[in-house]
């Protein structure tokens, strides 16, 4: 089955830039999506297929895929931004798999 | 507006049953394939199981199939999980997705539903 890794913990300063990766076995090919999720709050959809936002999304919140490693940007980080990230794809075998998910912590 | 609304979570023992319930609202549900994806505690987004529009074609994750059962009745806009023969590994936050037609993503979820397996 299709493995997706994500660094367990990202910390960055306020107004400064985080990057999250997600690495997948020529991850490139597949359309990455990225959810964010606070405790107690249901899951919300950051960016889907690699690059795009939906909306009400803020501009601050991009992404992009090649190769082997998909990476969620958020400029400017606000500390309302502090959530675990998860990156998704669908697998040939019919399923949707997840990362382990990212721990973004704003200093 | 879309919402997504489980019930049905608990506390179950190991070897028991436990239905869920997602009522949905706010959209065409029978439009949508729809999806269960759960959280352990302390543990990360795991996709559990998903019905088609047609209301008979499912996938299910390795870790539930043959345990657990999806459904769907479009005329009450309702999405079930049947989980029988639970397991303390299904301890989880169990939350319901709608995916987005002619997509691969989830565009709205529900706040999920608490399932405790324990003796």
């Known amino acids: 089955s299709y493995v997706l890794t994500q660094p367990p913990s990202v910390s960055v300063a306020p107004g400064k830039t985080a990057r999250i990766t997600c690495g997948g076995n020529n991850i490139g090919s597949k359309s990455v999506h990225w959810y964010q999720l606070r405790p107690g709050q249901a899951p919300v959809l950051v960016v889907y297929d690699d690059r795009d936002r939906p909306s009400g999304i803020p501009e601050r919140f991009s992404g992009s895929s090649s190769g082997n490693t998909a990476t969620l940007t958020i400029s400017r980080v606000e500390a309302g931004d502090e959530a675990d990230y998860y990156c998704q794809v669908w697998d040939t075998s019919d399923h949707w798999v997840f990362g382990g998910g990212t721990k973004l912590t704003v200093l | 507006e879309v919402q997504l609304v489980e019930s049905g979570g608990g506390l179950v023992h190991p070897g028991g049953s436990l239905r869920l319930s997602c009522a949905a609202s706010?959209?065409?549900?029978?439009?949508?394939?729809m999806h269960w994806v759960r959280q352990a505690p302390g543990k990360g987004l795991v996709w559990v199981s998903r019905?088609?529009?047609?209301?008979?074609?499912?996938t299910y994750a390795d870790s539930v199939k043959g345990r657990f059962t999806i459904s769907r009745d479009n005329t009450k806009n309702t999405l079930y999980l049947q989980m029988d023969s639970l397991r303390a590994e299904d301890t989880a936050i169990y939350y319901c997705?709608?995916?987005?037609?002619?997509?691969?993503?989830?565009?709205?979820w529900g706040q999920g539903t608490l399932v405790t397996v324990s003796s």
């Open positions: 019905m088609n529009i047609d209301a008979f074609t499912t």
């Open positions: 997705a709608r995916e987005e037609r002619d997509s691969d993503y989830f565009d709205y």
């Open positions: 706010g959209f065409t549900f029978s439009d949508y394939w």
